[in-house]
């Protein structure tokens, strides 16, 4: 029997390399310049519209932004539900040169999308929280996964889910509408 003990940090790292080996970018949540409570990743996402649609100014991209992010007066479901449509059907915005351009805010063609995944992103709203790693498509959240340390036997998935589905909902639930795949792990022992 060997000595070695297995941290969360390891199993972390093995998914984080399974992402980059399937081409998703790396990015450390501590070496982000954005303010803890910026859901979407506004390098990314503006990255992404001036790459495939052209150039947008700043306040187009804070138009998109909001539409993204508005939805917070209701039940967590009820914001989930109402994101996932926005982001699904896209957004017809009213160019600042009186034009009008149709937004696919993730693109049917899997190459022109761009897909980071981030460990340890602070974000704050209730309270300070940190997900072990988020994964965004064009800068917009669209899972959040919670990794328990399988080496330790008190670690159950339960502890997993209540982290995700209790304090994360509860904290920082602007963020948790963004939460359309939900990964956990933890030992099934109870």
């Not at 984080?16 to 910026?38: A, F, I, P, S, V």
């Not at 996402?45 to 138009?63: A, V, W």
């Not at 993730?106 to 460990?119: E, L, S």
């Not at 498509?137 to 399988?150: A, D, H, Q, R, T």
Request: proline letters at 2%; one cysteine or more; charged letters at 25%.
């Amino acid at each position: 029997m060997s000595n070695f003990k297995y941290y969360e940090s390891d199993y972390e790292e093995a998914f984080l390399e399974m992402l980059t080996e399937n081409n998703w970018d790396y990015k450390c949540g501590y070496d982000l310049h954005r303010e803890k409570d910026d859901i979407i990743l506004i390098d990314e996402f503006s990255r992404y519209l001036n790459d495939n649609y052209g150039y947008f100014t700043e306040s187009e991209i804070n138009e998109l932004i909001s539409y993204l992010t508005s939805s917070n007066d209701q039940s967590l479901y009820r914001a989930m539900k109402k994101t996932y449509t926005n982001l699904y059907k896209g957004y017809n915005l009213k160019r600042e040169d009186g034009t009008n351009l149709f937004i696919n805010f993730i693109d049917q063609d899997y190459d022109k999308n761009y897909y980071t995944a981030v460990n340890q992103y602070e974000y704050e709203e209730y309270h300070n929280r940190r997900p072990d790693i988020v994964l965004f498509i064009n800068g917009i959240p669209v899972s959040i996964i919670e990794l328990k340390n399988l080496a330790n036997e008190k670690t159950t998935i339960k502890d997993a889910y209540d982290q995700t589905h209790i304090r994360y909902a509860q904290d920082i639930p602007s963020l948790m509408k963004f939460d359309f795949i939900n990964v956990i792990n933890g030992n099934c022992y109870y």
